[in-house]
């Protein structure tokens, strides 16, 4: 129980702190959670996508 104390005073001790931290927190896992399916998804279809296999369809001029 001590050692909730000095988390309870740095972030929830009053509303704007605690709605700054939920705020920052639920941004922060939203970009790693996008990044991390994105990098889930380009490896589950690698050779599959438009990025991997434009080389054989366009033409540089």
């Given at each position: 129980?001590a050692?909730?104390?000095?988390l ?7 509303n ?6 939920v705020?920052?927190?639920a941004?922060?896992f939203?970009?790693?959670f996008?990044?991390g399916?994105?990098?889930?998804w380009?490896?589950?279809?690698r050779?599959r ?6 080389h ?6």
């Amino acid at each position: 129980m001590a050692a909730a104390r000095p988390l309870y005073n740095a972030i929830f001790r009053t509303n704007w702190q605690m709605l700054g931290f939920v705020f920052t927190g639920a941004f922060a896992f939203e970009m790693l959670f996008d990044t991390g399916m994105n990098k889930l998804w380009d490896n589950l279809n690698r050779g599959r996508q438009w990025k991997d296999i434009r080389h054989r369809y366009v033409q540089e001029e």
